[in-house]
C-alpha cells in the first residue's frame, strides 16, 4: 500500500496587491502535488474588494481539499500576518507563496517536500529568481548556501554586521520548527526573517539549503525596491537588541 504523502499548507499573504493575485492562484493551481491545504490571507487591504477572494477560494477548492481564508479587519504588519496564519495551518511542512510571486516549476511543492524528507531539517532555504522590469537576478548566491554547510557561524556573523542574506520568500518550514523555537518576534513591524534567523543560527539550528530556484518573486513589494522606513526601524531595533543580548 502506498503511504500517503506528508499535507502541506500552501499559505498565500495579500496586502494592497490582489491585481497580482491571479497569476500565483494559476500557479498554485499547477502544482503536481495535491495532499495540501491552501490559507488566503489578506492583511486589511483597503484598495479592493475582499469577497474577490471568495472567488479565488472556488476556484482552489476544485483542486485541494480544504481552501481558508482569512481578513484582518485592520493591517497589523507582516510579522503578526505571518504568524496569525502560520498558527493557522494545519499542514505538516508550510510552503508560501505570496500575492505577486509564482512557483518556479509545476513540480516545485514535489521537490520541496523530497528535499525536507532527504535533509532531515526543519527549516529550508533555496533561491528565488526576482523579476524585474529590464532584468532577472537570481538570489542568493551560492555562496550562502556553501556558509550555510561549513560555516554557520561566519554567516551569521556577517548578517549581523551587515545585512540578511537569506531570502524569506522561498525560504519553508516545518510547522514543528514554530512549536520548538517559537513564533516571529512580534516586536517587530515588517521584518519577521531577519532577526528570526539571526536567532535560529545563534541556537545553532541546521538550515537546510538547495540551489534550486524554487520562486519568481516579482520586485517591488514591502521588502523591495523603495525601502520602507519601517524596515530601517526593525534593523535597527534588532541590532540594539542584540547588543543588549551581548
Known amino acids: 500500500m502506498e503511504s500517503k504523502k506528508p499535507t502541506v499548507t500552501i499559505y498565500i499573504l495579500v496586502y494592497n496587491n490582489a491585481g ?3 497569476a500565483t492562484i494559476e500557479s498554485v493551481m499547477k502544482q503536481t502535488y495535491t495532499d495540501a491545504e ?3 490571507s489578506d492583511d486589511g487591504s483597503q ?3 475582499v469577497s474577490i477572494l471568495e472567488q479565488y477560494a472556488a476556484d482552489l477548492r476544485k483542486k485541494y481539499g480544504q481552501v481558508r481564508i482569512n481578513l484582518n479587519e485592520k493591517n497589523v504588519g507582516t510579522v503578526k500576518h505571518l504568524n496569525r ?22 513540480d516545485t511543492i514535489e521537490k520541496i517536500v523530497r528535499t525536507f524528507e532527504q535533509k532531515k531539517t526543519l527549516l529550508l532555504t533555496t533561491r528565488r529568481l526576482d523579476v524585474m522590469p529590464e532584468k532577472k537576478k537570481t538570489r542568493p548566491s551560492m555562496l550562502t548556501g556553501i556558509l550555510l554547510k561549513y560555516t554557520p557561524g561566519i554567516l551569521m556573523d556577517y548578517m549581523i554586521r551587515k ?3 537569506i ?4 525560504t519553508f518550514y516545518q510547522k514543528e520548527l514554530f512549536e520548538t523555537y517559537g513564533y516571529f518576534d512580534e516586536r517587530y513591524h515588517l521584518v519577521e526573517d531577519y532577526p528570526y534567523y539571526v536567532m535560529l543560527l545563534q541556537k545553532k539550528v541546521k538550515f537546510g539549503w538547495s540551489s534550486m530556484v524554487s520562486i519568481h518573486h516579482r ?3 514591502v521588502s523591495t525596491g523603495r525601502v520602507h522606513p519601517s524596515i ?7 541590532r540594539s537588541l542584540l547588543k543588549k543580548e551581548g
Open 47 to 49: 484598495n479592493y474588494d
Open 20 to 22: 497580482e493575485l491571479p
Open 163 to 165: 545585512k540578511n542574506v
Open 219 to 221: 520586485m517591488g513589494g
Open 38 to 40: 491552501v490559507i488566503l
Open 85 to 106: 496564519v502560520l498558527k493557522m495551518a494545519e499542514g505538516k511542512y508550510l510552503i508560501s507563496c505570496s500575492s505577486g510571486d509564482t512557483f518556479a516549476k509545476e
Open 167 to 170: 531570502s524569506g520568500c522561498c
Open 232 to 238: 530601517y526601524k526593525d534593523i535597527e531595533l534588532m
